[in-house]
């Protein structure tokens, strides 16, 4: 079974940066796509982030787009978020998530795996 896990979330003041990474425990699975999403508490999970596996094409929320780049590793079948300028608003839960189909989709029913988050949150 294709496990994601995430690591790099934390604690920043606004202005600040982070850089969260998922790791992939397989590759096979890999022939999509791979993308970010978060939770704010009382919210929907939405859509930050996604990139082509193969082209390595990304696609963002507009709100993030300027302050977080989206990149990965197919050596490592790693994906990276990289956040800076980092706002209050985008204190969330960050979910990495993996599809085994083309395209990059900003829905949720649209990727077939999930990690466990890790939390990000900014200090005004």
């Known amino acids: 079974q294709v496990q994601l896990v995430e690591s790099g979330g934390g604690l920043v003041q606004a202005g600040g940066s982070l850089r969260l990474s998922c790791a992939a425990s397989e590759v096979t699975f890999i022939m999509g796509a791979m993308g970010w999403f978060r939770q704010a508490p009382g919210k929907e999970r939405e859509f930050v982030a996604a990139i082509d596996w193969i082209a390595g094409s990304p696609v963002y929320l507009d709100s993030v787009k300027g302050r977080f780049t989206i990149s990965r590793d197919t050596a490592k079948n790693t994906v990276y978020l990289q956040m800076n300028s980092l706002k209050p608003e985008d204190t969330a839960v960050y979910y990495c998530?993996?599809?085994?189909?083309?395209?990059?989709?900003?829905?949720?029913?649209?990727?077939?795996?999930w990690g466990q988050g890790t939390q990000v949150t900014v200090s005004s």
């Open positions: 998530a993996g599809r085994n189909r083309w395209g990059t989709p900003r829905g949720t029913p649209d990727y077939n795996y």
